[in-house]
């Protein structure tokens, strides 16, 4: 149910007009706002927002893109960026200040096997640079011919477009190609719709696709493979047993750099400091932007290896050798001041323990409601990333429409509930749920969130024929 506080509508009418008139508003078709208001949010605290109507909502989108990890409202993150802004708000990334310096040395302790940051200030810019890097490594030592990256389908990697030339959503790429060359697709792991039929080995089967696509595209031309470590926009899909463990194997077989794009599954999400940990794996790239200062501030950071960074050290030469790459934000020291008190926030309030187990607990609530549910096709996820897949019928596993999908968000969103749904248009991607809320999920917030859902999908379902 909807929650009141003093009704702010007049304050903040001048507001939407100004925005009507003149914002243009990410992912989103301009002509519905000819007949209704977008929704405004004015004020967050802890995992709840209200909008301009005096609404309040438990936010289990983490700011609708999954990137609020710590809440809204902290004060302590606003004071530190403060200080720093006073000491020193920017100096280009070619110097070191002392809050980059320190972030550094916290991830890389955090990641073991791992060496090196490179600062910028989005997830499509951290993987950008990940491409570069490997694009870089080509040309040092293999005369430009190892220069190709592999991606998979269902995965997302950014907005850019060589982002998106290493994005396998379709719904995403449509109308933006020509794509850049050099990046192949291989098929998803998603078992739910396992591309095998029923098979016991699903993982090591689904790894095997990346196996085909680089004797495809020929092992002398693959340079790294970008992977999110569970499927986030693209239906929040956990990797199969013993998938990853396949796909380093591989990597490892064919000198291809593992690239994991942790953008979303860093920094607690997951239930471990970083998603990969679950598997017992060591990427050469990692790359992480949302969680990093809970969008307290914009900073994103490539991370990587010893050996990645040693390639690029050399005797300084009139031949541009080092990595001639800038980003002017990534000099920002608000990210990174941001980014160490949201540490020592996880760290002092037990977050990651905290998204691992009420992840669980999440999920064993889902689960059995997934019984008794007629479009409950799938339940999956790791620590607080779950989603919920709806279908028109069990065994066919049909997908249900997007309209019914939209429908059980709206209703989600009167009983005071926001969740997330995967993209919108091209059916095949449409009918999943998303719940990624707050880290600091308590476990009255667990059970409002799958009553509320259930209920709504329950709603939905029995209007169905
Ligand atoms: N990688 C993944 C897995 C993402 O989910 C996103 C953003 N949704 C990005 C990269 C791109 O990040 P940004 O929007 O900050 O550029």
Redo the contacts with the bound molecule.
Sequence with gaps: MTQTISPQTVEFASAIEKDKSHVWHHLSQHSVYEKQDPMMIVKGEGSRVWDAKGNSYLDATAGG???VNVGYGRTEIAEAVSRQLVELNFFAGTAATAPGAELAHKLIEKMPGMSRVYYA???????EKAFKIVRQIAHKKYGGKKHKILYRER??????IA?LSATGQEERRDQYGPFVPGFAEFGHCCEYRSQFGEVENYGYLAAQELEKAILREGADTVGAVVL?TI???GGVITPPEGYWQEIQAICKKYQVLLHI?????GLGRTGKWFGYQHYGIQPDIV?L??GVASSYA?I?CTVTTEAVFQEFMDEPSERANYFRDISTFGGCTAGPAAALENIRILEQENLIENSATMGEYLLTLLREQQLDSRIIGDVRGKGLLIGIELVKDKVSKEPVEESIAMQVAGLCMKKGLMIGRTNRSFGRYNNTLCLCPMLTLTKDEADFIAVTLVDAINEVAAQLS
């Design positions: 893109v999954w990137c200030s989005s997830g499509s810019e951290a993987n995965d997302y990697h950014g907005s850019t982002a999110e499927t986030a926009g794009d942790e953008v979303v599954c790359t932007a949302k914009a994103s």
